[in-house]
């Protein structure tokens, strides 16, 4: 049957063929000629997860086949989301290492597009934790570790799914001992006290800016800083009954026209305004997934949808790139609310996203200008010898991206995807021509 999918960003839908494997024996059985991509529950912004050909969805494929609760070390199929995961290590005192805004993730699109959090300046990307995953591709069922099948394991991390269907990962848990979170929340007043602040929390646990994208002149940059330790609390077992409670859910679109230019300003203002310094305890659900609140928030951008836009730089150029980029912003008064900058600590390695330094992403409402500002930010991610993060991106041209993410180009990968099936494509890699 044809499906319209959509990325989480609601712009475009494709149509498209799916196939919903139940198990190991349907997945390896899944068409072996078709060009194919899978999907695990769409939070990627564009079209990353969808091939009109077929697409082939994992959140059937969600059962946790290991967790060993001493060592601190779970393996669990591709489909499992984060919310189920943490449903069962956090009981045992045990936290995913890196955790990224949402928790209706799929363990398969973590490891295709190599997740970061607020604590990549402690622990790096999702790769840094991982011991092992299983891929189906055109040469089987392939077990891939650092030694196994090495290659294979370094590229399908972070590889976007085009080297094949992740069929299960395992990685190494962080030990916690409270479900609660100690977050201090302090101001800054431009982009230089922003970023000074940034690397000042460089020794919590975790640390992400929120950025006013309303504000000009000497108060560009000015933003939220929350920064956060997990507290200790001795032979306390973790109740998990503050991830499972209802939220509330968004049942249709709001009219475009709501997201418009001067709302969006103004939600900034009044955002900034209202928030003071403070210190406080808060529950990990309030800490990492503020988004999550609303389930199906997307839909607030109405019919038209919103495109998201990430980038990164080395620590070098950043000042300079995301302020050029807020001034890009400011003077066509392109506004977004929800613009976050985060500090990368470990450079990206094969094909994974982030230079050692700052990323900043935007979620911009798909305003009349916004395709030439867009073309503009690209722009300044090339002269700052940035990268963008293909999850979010729907839209970046083939030619601008081969200036950026250039080892997705690079003829070892594309002898790497002719070994294991050059099948696994999905309407991105086919637009940015991977
Ligand atoms: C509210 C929100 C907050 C977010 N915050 C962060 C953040 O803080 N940090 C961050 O890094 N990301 C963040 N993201 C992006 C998100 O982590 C990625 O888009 C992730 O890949 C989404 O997982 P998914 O299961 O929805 O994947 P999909 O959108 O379905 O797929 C994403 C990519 O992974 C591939 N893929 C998925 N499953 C498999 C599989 N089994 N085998 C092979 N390839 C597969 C797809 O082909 C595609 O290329 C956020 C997204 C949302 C909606």
């Known amino acids: 049957m044809d499906f319209n999918l959509y990325g989480w960003g609601r712009t475009k839908g494709f149509i498209s063929k799916i196939s919903e494997p139940k198990n190991l024996k349907e997945l390896t059985k899944v068409s072996k000629n078709t060009k194919l991509i899978a999907r695990g529950y769409g939070r990627s912004y564009g079209d990353s997860s969808i091939q009109n050909k077929l697409t082939v969805i994992t959140k059937n494929l969600n059962a946790v086949i290991k967790f060993d609760s001493k060592k601190g070390i779970i393996e669990a199929e591709s489909g ?24 209706f993730i799929s363990l398969g699109g973590m490891v295709a ?37 090495k290659d294979l394991f370094n590229y399908t991390i ?5 080297t094949g269907i992740i069929y299960s990962c395992k990685f190494k848990l962080k030990k916690i001992s409270s479900n609660n979170i100690f977050q201090e929340t302090i101001k800054s007043y431009n982009l230089k006290d922003t970023i000074k602040l940034i690397k000042k929390s460089s020794s919590w646990d975790y640390n992400v800016a929120w950025v006013d994208t309303s504000s000009g002149g000497n108060s560009i940059g000015r933003s939220i800083v929350f920064r956060g330790n997990h507290l200790k609390n001795k032979d306390k077992s973790i109740n998990v009954e503050f991830l499972n409670k209802k939220k509330i859910r968004l049942l249709f679109n709001f009219p475009s026209w709501i997201m418009n230019k001067y709302v969006i300003k103004l939600l900034n203002s009044i955002y900034f305004i209202f928030q003071s310094n403070s210190k406080k305890e808060i529950n990990l659900e309030n800490f990492f997934f503020q988004l ?3 389930h199906s928030w997307n839909l607030v951008y109405g019919n038209s949808g919103f495109t998201s836009y990430q980038c990164s730089f080395p620590q070098k150029t950043s000042y300079q790139a995301i302020k050029t980029i807020l001034q890009i912003l400011n003077s066509n008064k392109v506004f ?13 390695r094969f094909l994974s996203f982030g230079k050692k330094g700052l990323t900043v992403v935007f979620d911009f409402p798909n305003y009349k200008n916004l395709k030439k500002v867009l073309v503009a930010l690209d722009d300044i991610v090339i002269k700052y010898n ?28 594309k002898l790497l995807r002719k070994k294991y099936g050059k099948r696994f494509n999905s309407i991105q890699s086919t637009r940015l021509g991977i």
């Open 113 to 149: 597009s190599d997740v970061h959090g607020k604590n990549h300046h402690n622990e790096g990307s999702f790769r840094n934790h991982i011991l092992e995953i299983k891929v189906i591709n055109d040469k089987g069922y392939l077990i891939c570790n650092k030694i196994k099948n």
């Open 336 to 348: 977004s609310f929800v613009s976050v900058i985060k500090s990368l600590g470990k450079g990206s």
């Open 292 to 294: 999550d609140k609303i």
């Open 80 to 103: 499992c989301d984060i919310k189920k995961l943490l449903n069962i290590v956090l009981p045992k005192n045990w936290i995913l290492p890196v955790i990224p805004g949402s928790k």
């Open 158 to 162: 972070g590889g976007m799914g085009l």
């Open 386 to 413: 940035g990268d963008i993060y293909l999850v979010k991106d729907s839209r970046i041209s083939q030619k601008n991206f081969s200036k950026t993410n250039i080892n997705f180009k690079s003829k070892y990968f």
